[in-house]
């Protein structure tokens, strides 16, 4: 079983920027995939970016491409979520998730662990 820990939510303004972290543990991050998804209320849980176990390959959703970027945290075990040009739709609850996977792919969905989620608020 996979822990997962969010951390780096917050209120911002409208085209500014905040980094999500996320940090795993039970399984070295090596062996899972690892991905973010949002959550608003009545709406299902979306997509937003995943992360291959080796960090080699990413995969992102239509509305975040060229301004959210998935990658390996500075730490072991972690993966951040860069969000740059932030907008007031992105507002939503943003949840980790991990997988533990064969192959080096980015997977959008099948996820199997998920963390409590950290609170993204952007104001307009």
């Known amino acids: 079983q996979v822990q997962l820990r969010e951390s780096g939510g917050g209120l911002v303004q409208a085209g500014g920027s905040l980094r999500l972290s996320c940090a795993a543990s039970g399984r070295p991050s090596s062996l899972l995939a690892m991905a973010w998804f949002r959550e608003t209320p009545g709406k299902e849980r979306e997509f937003v970016a995943a992360l291959s176990r080796l960090g080699t390959n990413t995969r992102y959703a239509d509305f975040v491409k060229g301004r959210f970027t998935i990658s390996r945290g500075n730490s072991e075990n972690t993966v951040s979520l860069q969000m740059n040009s932030l907008k007031p739709e992105d507002s939503a609850v943003y949840l980790c998730?991990?997988?533990?996977?064969?192959?080096?792919?980015?997977?959008?969905?099948?996820?199997?662990?998920w963390g409590q989620g950290t609170q993204v608020t952007v104001s307009s």
């Open positions: 998730a991990a997988v533990g996977v064969p192959y080096d792919i980015p997977y959008s969905s099948g996820y199997d662990s």
